[in-house]
């Protein structure tokens, strides 16, 4: 049983940077593409950023400013967020899903979750 467990949130103010963890067991990480999404109360969850055997994708608004990595070795996937905007104020889901060649942005692609981890931005 694959399981998903994000760490790393907390609030910070606009322009200041977090990094988000995502610890994977139960399965092997490596044959799994990874995701992370976000979700406020308003609005329906949106993807960020997504990591597979190809490369890196992203969300338009977070381009330049985030950065997903993966380390195989430690079962673990990051989401670098610098320069924060009140917009970016969300909570972040962890998801997985098998290797793909083509990347995957939308929710119910993904098999697995983690509980997610709460980000705010504010001043």
């Known amino acids: 049983q694959v399981q998903l467990v994000e760490t790393g949130g907390g609030t910070v103010q606009p322009g200041e940077s977090l990094k988000l963890s995502c610890d994977f067991s139960g399965g092997t990480f490596s044959y799994y593409a990874m995701a992370w999404f976000r979700q406020t109360p308003r609005k329906e969850r949106e993807f960020v950023a997504c990591i597979n055997w190809r490369g890196t994708y992203y969300e338009e608004s977070v381009k330049g400013r985030f950065t997903i990595s993966r380390d195989n070795a430690k079962n673990t996937v990051w989401l670098q967020m610098n320069s924060l905007k009140p917009e970016d104020t969300a909570r972040y889901y962890c998801?997985?899903?098998?290797?793909?060649?083509?990347?995957?942005?939308?929710?119910?692609?993904?098999?697995?979750w983690g509980e997610g981890t709460q980000v705010t931005v504010s001043s």
């Open positions: 998801a997985a899903k098998p290797q793909e060649v083509v990347p995957s942005t939308g929710e119910m692609d993904y098999d697995h």
